[in-house]
């Protein structure tokens, strides 16, 4: 089952939480916000939402910037 | 003196609000934070590259200064209020510099889109501070929708060109209730002084201090730049004039060389 996370593709044998997949990109939540298939995703919603067939997900963060 | 500037309900007392692109090191940048006085840094937000401890937000957390989320590179108002909405769940702040841009070589906003974003947001809860063209009119647009400031720019971003046409800042400033930041174009600290004594509330610069030999000594000089500009402009200039006007008075000046003095025309 394929998802895309931050333009790399995936492979997941099962479904699984959202909040794992993050965890797998930051060490650190902190300053961390995430959009699946395009709508921003709550925090409080991480780790209660399971991540589909062919989910798009984008996990930012902060950088420098003007 | 206590002047403070409020932006939607928060006072500040530095008006001056950094931008942290550009700086070579997370410690040039602290350095450069505390030197500023600053309470407001900007932020991007952009896909995580997990680069371990010692990050941007652990920098903002020890100098205790307010994040303000950008929307940089974003070119229409859908994609602007997207970043918007992450910048708020990622900081916790309803604060956001919107920035929608038309034109990667001047980087100018593009006002149609830029207004669509503002709505959006202001509709959305957000502290709108929008990025926008020393055009009155558009700036007087967005003060009426709601968004808490308007920042106009001086010159193209990053160009450090300075304030390229201050009659409309002038403009700007009689127009809108709200304050008036300065962002985009100062190169060093007369143009921050500049902006202050045409009126302008406050400056936003970042590369002028990042981009410069020695950041940490120009965030002083920008300190000091806006907080002298700010006392000048609450002093009151003099008029300009075309003539001379003596400081001193020729009133009982002593008449040492007698009548028979050469005179001038001699």
């Known amino acids: 089952m394929p998802i895309e996370i931050n333009g790399r593709t995936r492979e997941l044998e099962t479904p699984i939480m959202l909040g794992e997949l993050i965890d797998a990109e930051v060490t650190d939540r902190r300053g961390v916000a995430v959009s699946l298939n395009g709508e921003v995703l709550p925090r409080s919603d991480w780790d209660t939402t399971t991540v589909d067939d062919g989910a798009r997900i984008e996990v930012v963060g902060a950088v420098q910037g003007g | 003196m206590d002047d403070p500037l409020t932006i939607g309900g928060t006072k500040l007392h530095s008006r001056l609000v950094l931008g942290t692109g550009g700086a ?58 997207q970043v918007a909405r992450l910048g708020r769940e990622a900081f916790e702040t309803d604060w956001i510099k919107l920035e929608v841009i038309a034109d990667e070589r001047t980087l100018y906003p593009d006002p149609v889109e830029l207004l669509d974003a503002a709505e959006q947001l202001v509709d959305d809860g957000f502290t709108v501070l929008p990025y926008t063209n020393d055009d009155p009119i558009l700036a007087t647009r967005l003060a009426e929708l709601g968004c808490a400031a308007v920042m ?38 007369s143009d921050a002084a500049i902006a202050m004594e045409l009126g302008c509330d406050g400056v936003l610069l970042a590369s002028a201090v990042t981009r410069a030999r020695d950041p940490e000594a120009m965030a002083t000089a920008m300190r000091h730049a806006v907080e002298a500009g700010r006392l000048a402009r609450r002093a009151g200039r003099i008029p300009k004039r075309f003539y001379a006007q003596a400081s001193t008075t020729d009133q009982g000046r002593p008449d040492l060389l007698g009548p028979d003095a050469p005179t001038a025309e001699a």
């Open chain 2, 152 to 189: 106009p720019l001086g010159s193209p971003i990053g160009s450090g060109m300075g304030i390229c046409n201050p009659y409309n800042l002038t403009i700007i400033r009689e127009q809108v209730e709200v304050p008036v930041i300065l962002d985009a174009g100062v190169g060093t600290a």
């Open chain 2, 24 to 81: 070579t090191s997370l410690e040039v940048l602290e350095r450069a934070i505390l030197a500023s006085g600053t309470e407001v840094v900007t932020v991007a937000l952009r896909r995580v590259t997990d680069t371990g401890p010692g990050s941007l937000l652990d920098v903002t957390t020890r100098t205790g200064v307010h994040l303000l989320p950008n929307t940089a590179g974003c070119y229409t108002a859908t994609e602007a209020v």
